[in-house]
């Protein structure tokens, strides 16, 4: 049996939209990023009108969440973070596919709120960009939410989460995949 990789951190984002995996090995202090996984899990899309993700849905979500598991096993549970995002702040049977999806993981699943979303959000991409002493807007638009974060330096100032993303506006305003100026209008209007 292989024993823990005390070296290596992962980090997985179960979103609205896609679900991400990034594996790193610490070496000399420096962070290198060693295996990296993505799945367009469209979660957003089995929330039905009552808000309960459907059956279908999770299965799907599950079937992915099996193939991460597996590429996380042997990291130390201390050095894995899942978070969950909109779709699972949202549906009313979370719990439900909690239960299935941190077993299927091995690894506990933290549902983390809109403001905490845009924070880490911010940091990955002020890791990511040159520092200067400017302030800068960080916009993300995900599948089910969109985050808007004021920031300098590595301190985000400023932190919104809006219940808008691509996902469930497509489905709220353009389920029948045509984009026409009524729909368009609608979708306008709910944004302001």
């Given at each position: 049996m292989l024993t823990e990789l005390k070296n290596y951190y992962a980090a997985v984002d179960l979103g609205s939209?896609?679900?991400?995996?990034?594996?790193?090995?610490?070496?000399?202090?420096?962070?290198?990023?060693?295996?990296?996984?993505k799945d367009m899990v469209r979660l957003a899309d089995g929330l039905d009108a009552k808000g309960n993700l459907s059956e279908e849905k999770m299965k799907f979500a599950i079937q992915s969440l099996r193939k991460i598991g597996q590429r996380i096993k042997h990291i130390p549970k201390s050095h894995v973070r899942i978070v969950g995002t909109n779709t699972l702040r949202l549906a009313k049977n979370a719990k439900v596919f909690m239960k299935r999806a941190q077993k299927a993981l091995g690894k506990s699943i933290e549902v983390i709120s809109g403001r905490e979303e845009a924070r880490i959000l911010y940091l990955g991409v002020a890791h990511s960009i040159q520092n200067d002493e400017h302030n800068r807007l960080v916009i993300d638009i995900g599948g089910g939410s969109t985050e808007l974060i004021i920031g300098n330096d590595f301190t985000p100032i400023l932190r919104e989460s809006l219940h808008m993303g691509c996902v469930s506006y497509t489905n709220k305003f353009f389920s029948d995949g045509l984009i026409t100026p009524e729909n368009w209008n609608k979708a306008v209007l709910h944004a302001h």
């Open positions: 939209n896609s679900f991400h995996m990034i594996v790193a090995e610490m070496i000399d202090n420096q962070m290198h990023v060693i295996d990296s996984h």
